[in-house]
């Protein structure tokens, strides 16, 4: 029996069943070098993929390292240091690149071409001999088959002659084809073992190199950069465990607060207001019309800047202007079904804006913010003193009187009597005059009257039964036949904002500090509501008139006002400076500041024109009597 570790080329020619059956276990072990062949290549070819995907990645990363020094980071905390080690670390990168893409050369040349070439040419080969020997073999059995049907009696010779000659030449091509085939199936035996070992020695060839220059590249001086990069990160590392300690007992401190904290509106009894503020920032509910009568409510971040009120919507990269505060005037308003409302009215008397604070903290601290920042204190040298002042002396100022009578304890300043000259009762321009002090205009806790106008119900009780008596001290006919007669009628609808006894008479600064202090007691003290009447302006009175009931509720010869003016910014703030006697002997002085619908000019003028009207009516009784 031949030897199981290759054919015997003798017996190729015989063909016998052993023969074949030791072919078919050569054929056996072609195929399945076959199969793993394709599967070694396929593992090559992704090694190879992979070390040129690195060649690309490295590349890619080098590129990417050098962009860092064009971004446009917010916060570049530490940026010079960490762009100089990545440029460093680009030129290490560029390096390696280089490295990488010869090993992938090395790889391409010494793995996968040697294992491909044996696949094509090789295997091919013994494949294309197996076909050919199948050929030749099915030739010569069919040739057999004709030699084997020849007739045994009549023979024809001719015929006999060619299938023999057939026969001969089939059988001489099996013999070159098995020939072939055997020495074929044989030199593959030792061609595998050259085929799987030659790609891996290519191989490790290259990654040898790939290290060895690696190691070249990396020297002394290269491990002692890294040694400083790591020596950084460590030292970064512990900034950031030293943060992260310090966020997370920040975090605790945070968490452990009072459950206030997070409950709005907790202090509504009795808040801790700051009136100090010259500044404030917080999310509010801004009112916005979306019909004649319909209205929607949006939360949005409100803060303030120098004179001006500042609105971002959350997600917003910076803040819009809504408002400017200067000279504005706030107070708080009723607003529906909802709480702690307060609308802010421009200098020329247009209602602004509408907003909701989410407590009434919030509510008043935003008011008292924006009146200070209304009276321009933020333009001084130092706006936190000024603030804490002029709010220590409203507070002071600022006590409510609910009837017509006035406190005993507050102070009356007498004043001499004050020349009727025409001079005196015309408006003089603020440039012309020296401004006073605010302490020389008004006295320090002065009170505020804020209701001074009675509703036209408790005018009616005082009328049952008897005269009713004027609180201001003058009698009053309730016909008042001096209007009947009167050269000048003029009407105007006004609303009362307040009253306070003053110092002075001889300028109108007096009735612009009023006005101011009169707004900024509304504000601290949320008080909104305020009464309508009509201002009657005759030659010789001025008269207010409940609109309802035709009552009469205040009567003021025009004799008394002294000084009358419109504010200088609100057009619609209109005053008045009364000089009334006492019954002390004295005389004391009063301003009133009115909210007119109309322009306040309109109404100085009438007074004025009343005056004049009383000037010529003397000069012609003086005329008459000579």
């Known amino acids: 029996m031949p030897a199981v570790d290759k054919l015997l080329l003798e017996e190729a020619l015989q063909d016998s069943p052993q023969t074949r059956s030791l072919l078919s276990v050569f054929e056996e072990d072609a195929g399945t070098l076959t199969d793993y062949t394709n599967q070694l290549l396929q593992a090559m070819q992704r090694v190879y993929g992979a070390q040129n995907e690195m060649c690309l990645a490295t590349q890619q990363l080098s590129k990417q390292l050098l962009a860092y020094e064009k971004q446009n980071f917010a916060l570049g905390k530490g940026d010079e240091e960490v762009i100089s080690t990545l440029h460093y670390f680009s030129k290490v990168v560029d390096e390696l690149n280089v490295l990488h893409t010869e090993l992938a050369k090395q790889l391409a040349d010494t793995m996968v071409l040697p294992i491909i070439q044996f696949r094509e040419k090789d295997l091919t080969e013994v494949s294309t001999l197996k076909d050919l020997f199948g050929l030749a073999s099915s030739e010569h059995d069919l040739s057999m088959a004709k030699y084997s049907r020849l007739p045994k009696k009549k023979e024809n010779e001719k015929v006999k002659a060619e299938i023999v000659k057939e026969v001969a030449a089939a059988r001489r091509k099996q013999h070159l084809s ?75 401190e945070l968490l452990s607060l009072d459950e206030a904290v997070y409950t709005p509106d907790f202090d509504v009894a009795a808040p801790q207001v ?6 404030k920032a917080g999310y ?48 708080a308003v009723d607003c529906e079904d909802r709480r702690y409302c307060f609308q802010i009215t421009t200098p020329n008397g247009k209602a602004g804006i509408i907003l909701q604070a989410e407590s009434r903290k919030e509510n008043e601290e935003w008011i008292c913010a924006i009146n200070n920042i209304s009276r321009q204190i933020y333009l001084t040298d130092n706006p936190e003193a000024v603030a804490i002042k002029l709010n220590q002396t409203a507070l002071q100022a600022v006590t409510p009187i609910t009837s017509f009578a006035k406190k005993q304890e507050s102070p009356c300043p007498s004043q001499n009597v004050k020349s009727s000259e025409m001079e005196n009762d015309k408006i003089v321009p603020k440039a012309t005059v020296t401004i006073p002090e605010a302490e020389q205009l008004i006295a320090p806790g002065t009170p505020i009257q804020f209701d001074i106008v009675l509703p036209a119900t408790e005018f009616l009780d005082q009328n049952r039964g008897g005269r009713r008596t004027n609180p201001f001290g003058e009698t009053e006919d309730a016909t008042f036949p001096e209007a009947e007669d ?50 009657m302006v005759t030659s010789q009175t001025l008269r207010l008139i409940d609109p309802q009931t035709q009552v009469t509720r205040a009567n003021f010869e025009l004799t008394s006002v002294t000084q009358f003016a419109a504010h200088q910014e609100n057009k619609r703030l209109v005053g008045f400076v009364v000089r009334l006697p006492e019954s002390t002997g004295g005389e004391s002085l009063s301003t009133y500041v009115f909210e007119s619908n109309s322009e306040g000019e309109k109404i100085c003028y009438a007074i004025n024109l009343g005056k004049e009207i009383i000037e010529v009516q003397k000069a012609h009784h003086l005329v008459s009597e000579c």
């Open 486 to 535: 009167s050269l000048l009628q003029q009407m105007f609808i006004v609303r009362f904002l307040g009253s306070m006894a003053v110092k002075t008479d001889n300028t109108t600064e007096v009735i612009y500090e009023a006005m101011r202090q009169v707004l900024a007691a509304r504000a601290i003290h949320n008080i909104f509501r305020m009464t309508e009447s009509h201002l």
């Open 284 to 331: 509010l509910n801004l009112r916005n019309k979306t019909g004649l009568v319909s209205t929607t409510w949006e939360r949005l971040y409100f803060f303030t800047q120098g004179g001006n009120l500042m609105c971002q919507p959350r997600g917003a990269v910076a803040g819009g202007l809504i408002q400017d505060l200067d000279n504005c005037s706030v107070m």
């Open 274 to 279: 700051n009136r100090n503020l010259i500044q």
């Open 178 to 252: 098995s020939l072939q085939y055997y020495c074929a199936l044989n030199a593959l035996q030792y061609r595998k073992r050259v085929a799987m070992m030659e790609p891996m020695l290519g191989f490790a060839h290259g990654q040898i190199n790939f290290f060895k220059k690696g190691a070249e590249m990396f020297s002394q001086s290269m491990d002692g950069f890294l040694s400083s990069v790591a020596d950084m990160v460590q030292s970064i590392q512990v900034e950031l465990e030293v943060e992260a300690e310090k966020m997370r007992a920040s975090q605790q």
